[in-house]
Nanobody
Framework: QVQLVESGGGLVQAGGSLRLSCAAS????????MGWYRQAPGKQRELVAA???????NYADSVKGRFTISRDNAKNTVYLQMNSLKHEDTAVYYC?????????WGQGTQVTVSS
């Protein structure tokens, strides 16, 4: 079993910053991709950013230049630094990770950006 626990969400004004963290625990052997997704009310879940186990990154066009994904393999943790937040970034943010053909999801953390 693998558990992912997100933290760092909250309420912030437009233009502000937040840093999300997601720590994996349990049966950790060799984590592959780690990523962040988000789902706004009435919309489908979408990829925000992903990072491979050799630190290659991929970002949604809507967050390029504002968000930065990173990982600490020693801590089995992935981070999402979010700067210059916009109202449209409001969503529940989920982390996920891939290991040995399985994909695991966190429970989600709410990010609300007031305009």
């Amino acid at each position: 079993q693998v558990q992912l626990v997100e933290s760092g969400g909250g309420l912030v004004q437009a233009g502000g910053s937040l840093r999300l963290s997601c720590a994996a625990s349990g049966s950790i052997f060799s984590i592959g991709f780690m990523g962040w997704y988000r789902q706004a009310p009435g919309k489908q879940r979408e990829l925000v950013a992903a990072i491979s186990n050799n630190d290659r990154t991929n970002y949604a066009d809507s967050v390029k230049g504002r968000f930065t994904i990173s990982r600490d393999n020693a801590k089995n943790t992935v981070y999402l630094q979010m700067n210059s937040l916009k109202h449209e970034d409001t969503a529940v943010y989920y982390c996920n990770m891939a290991q040995r053909g399985n994909v695991y999801w966190g429970q989600g953390t709410q990010v609300t950006v007031s305009s």
